[in-house]
């Protein structure tokens, strides 16, 4: 973590696996970006021209949840 960064009080977190054109993948971390802990994003700029495909996985203290 980046030490200009606040710690997230949520213990919650965000992850996303990206898969490009090309069928490589790769890992992208979100962010809460709400002093509530209910507003979490996820920022990736593709490096390949085409259709992109996403695994998202949110973590908290109580349990791990797929979005897809």
């Known amino acids: 973590r980046p030490p200009d960064l606040p710690e997230n009080p949520f213990r ?40 992109h495909s996403l695994q998202l996985q949110f973590n908290n203290a109580a349990a791990t949840v797929p979005l897809t």
């Open 12 to 51: 919650a977190s965000l992850t996303a696996s990206i898969t490009r054109p090309d069928g490589t993948a790769v890992a992208a971390v979100g962010f809460c970006d709400d002093p509530t802990g209910r507003v979490f994003r996820l920022r990736y700029m593709p490096t390949q021209p085409g259709r």
